[in-house]
């Protein structure tokens, strides 16, 4: 007979990692039976009955659901430290996302959040940055940073995409980055796009006074030329490096912070390809629990959705990867599925919004973020009637209005790329 693993009189301990799962048994199977199976199939068991785990072992792993609502479909499970390897993520997503979610017992099943031990935080580094170093880092303190992207995302050669960060740069912006997708192609180099655009971003600091970051894109096919990238930029004296998260993986991400303790460089999270699995509200893993493991690996800064865009990410969602990115101690929320995490003194990663930002949005991200927030505009800034560099410039101007309390309209009496702007992106 499979071991009971319900016990909704445990109480878990410091030293159980505890995952919240949604399940949807499949037909003919009650739900306890799923919930079995899955803590079962996630740790110490099998389809059938098994003879050759001793029980005192058995009983020292065991996981136990200590939660259970039905009618939410949702159950809480504790496990032992001792079930995982306590420095490595992939280890802990092969047991508590791995095989379970393609159990046919259930037609459902989604890891909605995971609170990880002492013991486990003990075990990384967390970010060497994080959102106070990269404040340090812009010297900017008291606003919002404001950052591009190059557009198009693919297609210009290393000179115009050089050309189009320095306009960002002098227009305004802190940060510029590549898009998802632009790595090393035939026409636009790593090589020659870092060089020369690191080149273009120090002129622009020396023009503007303020400090100017270019986040190149490091994503390749092996750990080895990731990492030779990212020596590049360092001796190119860069102080950014962009990363896919999602298509590189984990054990890249765990190599790539090593590696970052001797280049000193910001490690960027772009989520690309996430939806393949946070996206489905019923099955998958929730975007909660990538930007928590993107924390706990030590990522500096990570792309969480902006409400008011073009990408899929309601409010609360959008919130909640805020306060798991930028709060040392995160509150429980049964209502959002939202688990109890003390960051054990990790620092916080800085949050970005982007996707599909104009500067007539500013006032609403203002009002919802507040000043902790990497404010990212790819068309909003590079389509405005007036140039890239204009629209930079919109953009801070729109920042400067939310910070005073004082309406675009109002503000773009005298301010004309904000006047512009407004005239293409403002809903009449």
């Known amino acids: 007979m499979r071991r009971d693993y319900i016990d909704t009189d445990y109480n878990s301990m410091d030293t159980d990692l505890v995952c919240e799962f949604h399940i949807e048994p499949s037909a003919g199977v009650n739900f306890e039976e799923a919930a079995t199976h899955m803590a079962g199939e996630s740790s110490i068991d099998s389809w059938t009955e098994i003879m050759t785990l001793s029980p005192e072992l058995a009983?020292?792993?065991?996981?136990?659901?200590?939660?259970?609502?039905?009618?939410?479909?949702?159950?809480?499970?504790?496990?032992?430290?001792?079930?995982?390897?306590?420095?490595?993520?992939?280890q802990?997503?092969?047991?508590?996302?791995?095989?379970?979610?393609s159990m046919k017992i259930v037609d459902n099943l989604r890891l909605?959040?995971?609170?990880?031990?002492?013991?486990?935080?003990?075990?990384?580094?967390?970010?060497?940055?994080?959102?106070?170093?990269?404040?340090?880092?812009?010297?900017?303190?008291?606003?919002?940073?404001?950052?591009?992207?190059?557009k198009p995302k693919v297609?210009?050669?290393?000179?115009?995409?050089?050309?189009?960060?320095?306009?960002?740069?002098?227009?305004?912006?802190?940060?510029?980055?590549?898009?998802?997708?632009?790595?090393?192609?035939?026409?636009?180099?790593?090589?020659k796009r870092a060089e020369l655009t690191l080149k273009l971003a120090e002129k622009a600091e020396s023009e503007t006074g303020e400090h100017k970051m270019y986040l190149c894109n490091i994503t390749a096919s092996t750990c080895k030329e990731m990492i030779r990238r990212m020596n590049i930029l360092k001796d190119l004296g860069a102080s950014y490096a962009m990363i896919d998260i999602v298509p590189v993986g984990w054990t890249a991400l765990?190599?790539?912070?090593?590696?970052?303790?001797?280049?000193?460089?910001?490690?960027?999270?772009?989520r690309c390809m996430h939806s393949a699995y946070t996206r489905n509200p019923h099955h998958g893993i929730s975007m909660v629990v990538v930007a928590k493991l993107c924390r706990l690996i030590g990522l500096d800064q990570i792309h969480?959705?902006?409400?008011?865009?073009?990408?899929?990410?309601?409010?609360?969602?959008?919130?909640?990867?805020?306060?798991?990115?930028?709060?040392?101690?995160?509150?429980?929320?049964?209502?959002?599925?939202?688990?109890?995490?003390?960051w054990g003194g990790?620092?916080?990663?800085?949050?970005?919004?982007?996707?599909?930002?104009?500067?007539?949005?500013?006032?609403?991200?203002?009002?919802?973020?507040?000043?902790?927030?990497?404010?990212?505009?790819?068309?909003g800034i590079h389509a405005h009637p007036m140039g890239t560099a204009a629209g930079a410039t919109a953009c801070r101007q729109a920042l400067e209005a939310s910070i005073d309390g004082i309406s675009l309209q109002e503000y773009a009496k005298s301010h004309k790329e904000l006047k512009v702007a407004l005239g293409k992106w403002l809903k009449k």
């Open 112 to 150: 909605q959040d995971i609170s990880f031990p002492k013991s486990m935080l003990h075990e990384f580094k967390g970010p060497k940055f994080g959102l106070p170093g990269i404040r340090k880092l812009v010297n900017v303190y008291y606003r919002p940073l404001i950052g591009s992207i190059v």
């Open 254 to 270: 765990q190599t790539l912070r090593e590696e970052s303790e001797d280049s000193g460089l910001v490690l960027h999270a772009h």
């Open 346 to 379: 990790l620092k916080p990663m800085f949050p970005v919004a982007s996707g599909g930002l104009a500067p007539t949005m500013i006032p609403n991200l203002y009002s919802i973020f507040g000043k902790e927030v990497i404010m990212q505009f790819g068309g």
């Open 304 to 342: 969480i959705g902006t409400i008011v865009g073009k990408m899929h990410g309601e409010k609360n969602e959008v919130l909640i990867l805020r306060d798991a990115c930028a709060l040392d101690k995160v509150p429980a929320d049964e209502s959002q599925h939202v688990l109890f995490q003390d």
């Open 92 to 101: 802990v997503l092969s047991a508590v996302a791995g095989n379970i979610l």
């Open 59 to 90: 009983s020292r792993l065991k996981p136990h659901i200590f939660y259970v609502d039905e009618k939410a479909q949702t159950v809480r499970v504790a496990y032992s430290e001792e079930l995982f390897e306590l420095g490595s993520v992939p």
């Open 155 to 191: 297609g210009l050669n290393s000179e115009k995409h050089a050309e189009v960060a320095y306009n960002s740069f002098a227009g305004g912006c802190d940060l510029v980055k590549d898009d998802e997708n632009l790595t090393n192609q035939k026409f636009n180099s790593f090589e």
